[in-house]
């Protein structure tokens, strides 16, 4: 079983020392592009927590009593792929049923979620890792949460952006990745936690 201790490390290092997006560069495009309000930013970061921590368990269960079983690891890419798939179509079903308006304002990088290398990412990360089942989820769920915290922040700092005169140069897309940058370089301090 695991240590309560290895998994508040795991927690705190996935989540924000080595944060998804931020370090890894990983997910930029849904973090780039839905990062505009942060309600949004919010939604997208929520469907992102579940759909990582489910693809998390999912796949570690499969790895373990599937692929490990039968030898047939080198499917684990393919699978973990058909996986997610799987779960953002769940997540697509019910976020159009049970709140529309976060649908529509997630528009096309809802489905982008299938795509998104951060999710892939952390189920492969948790196989090379050799993370146990409840090892793995935590690791999902951190690294989830790590990308929530990391999109809030850009969208809180993109909408306090629209009421400053800003060079016409820097407007848009640049002031973004300029933000981004130094956000990465902020979370840069969060290596000395662990």
Do not use: W
């Amino acid at each position: 079983m695991e240590n309560v201790k290895d998994l508040l490390v795991i927690l705190v290092s996935s989540s924000l020392v080595s944060n998804v997006v931020l370090s890894q560069f990983l997910g930029l495009c849904p973090f780039l592009g839905v990062s505009k309000k942060t309600n949004t930013a919010a939604g997208m970061g929520t469907a992102v927590i579940f759909v990582i921590t489910l693809s998390s368990a999912v796949a570690g269960v499969i790895n373990r009593f599937v692929l490990q079983r039968f030898h047939v690891e080198y499917l684990a890419t393919i699978v973990f792929i058909l996986v997610i798939a799987a779960l953002v179509q769940f997540v697509e079903m019910f976020l159009r049923k049970a709140i529309p308006s976060l649908y529509e304002a997630l528009g096309v990088y809802l489905p982008l979620i299938t795509t998104n290398c951060a999710v892939l990412g952390v189920a492969i990360n948790n196989v090379q890792k050799e993370y146990g089942i409840l090892t793995g989820i935590v690791n999902g769920f951190a690294t989830a949460l790590g990308f929530t915290i990391a999109i809030v922040i850009l969208a809180g700092i993109r909408e306090k952006l629209e009421h400053n005169d800003v060079p016409e140069s820097f407007r848009g897309m640049p002031m973004v990745l300029l933000t981004a940058g130094l956000m990465a370089i902020a979370f840069c301090g969060f290596s000395g936690l662990l």
